[in-house]
T-cell receptor
Framework: DGGITQSPKYLFRKEGQNVTLSCEQNLNHDAMYWYRQDPGQGLRLIYYSQIVNDFQKGDIAEGYSVSREKKESFPLTVTSAQKNPTAFYLC??????????????FGQGTRLTVV | AQSVTQPDIHITVSEGASLELRCNYSYGATPYLFWYVQSPGQGLQLLLKYFSGDTLVQGIKGFEAEFKRSQSSFNLRKPSVHWSDAAEYFCAVGATGTASKLTFGTGTRLQVTL
């Protein structure tokens, strides 16, 4: 089945530790995104990538890092510099049609809790 | 910068009643507009989208939305709500030339009473 797979579903991290969230897609989509969701705030864009080996900061990139070494994969690292990392993280992908927007497809999310 | 406002944080309707969820956007050109639905602890599912053309768009699960440029609105409607429609609904706007990245509203939580 084609889709976006995020793992793990639940993640616990101690303060001061880095942690990496996995996002894999087999939709052959060019663009991939990471969003953070907090209650009452909707979704906010962390990073996005249009093509392999290229990515751009979104609205709340501080304390996060990403890589895009393969088209199918876009892992997100939550670093110790992120002051309030407890949140629900959603990965998405879309076709990049030469500047035209297409709909984004979302994974099932990873809930990160700092303990 | 683009923005989306969903003025209703929480709405309760009876099963079988009609539904309208409000969405207002701010964007300088013709926007690309989306409605997504999210069940608790899950990802987002696309209900419908507007790119161009007919301003009344049909989506999945019996939902529709109407793009009104003069009001900068893209309200979501359903004639008869089912208990399974209880979820959180997000309106989003995408702008051309910005890698399809979306700006989301803060969401409207729908509760359905039997």
């Amino acid at each position: 089945d084609g889709g976006i797979t995020q793992s793990p579903k639940y993640l616990f991290r101690k303060e001061g530790q880095n942690v990496t969230l996995s996002c894999e897609q087999n939709l052959n989509h060019d663009a991939m995104y990471w969003y953070r969701q907090d209650p009452g705030q909707g979704l906010r864009l962390i990073y996005y990538s249009q093509i392999v080996n290229d990515f751009q900061k979104g609205d709340i990139a501080e304390g996060y890092s990403v890589s895009r070494e393969k088209k199918e994969s876009f892992p997100l690292t939550v670093t110790s510099a992120q002051k309030n990392p407890t949140a629900f993280y959603l990965c998405a992908s879309s076709i990049w049609a030469g500047g035209a927007n297409t709909e984004a497809f979302f994974g099932q999310g990873t809930r990160l809790t700092v303990v | 910068a683009q923005s989306v406002t969903q003025p209703d944080i929480h709405i309760t309707v009876s099963e079988g009643a009609s539904l309208e969820l409000r969405c207002n956007y701010s964007y300088g050109a013709t926007p690309y507009l989306f409605w997504y639905v999210q069940s608790p602890g899950q990802g987002l599912q696309l209900l419908l989208k507007y790119f161009s053309g007919d301003t009344l768009v049909q989506g999945i699960k019996g939902f529709e939305a109407e793009f009104k440029r003069s009001q900068s609105s893209f309200n979501l409607r359903k004639p008869s709500v089912h208990w399974s429609d209880a979820a959180e609904y997000f309106c989003a706007v995408g702008a051309t030339g910005t890698a399809s990245k979306l700006t989301f509203g803060t969401g409207t939580r729908l509760q359905v009473t039997l």
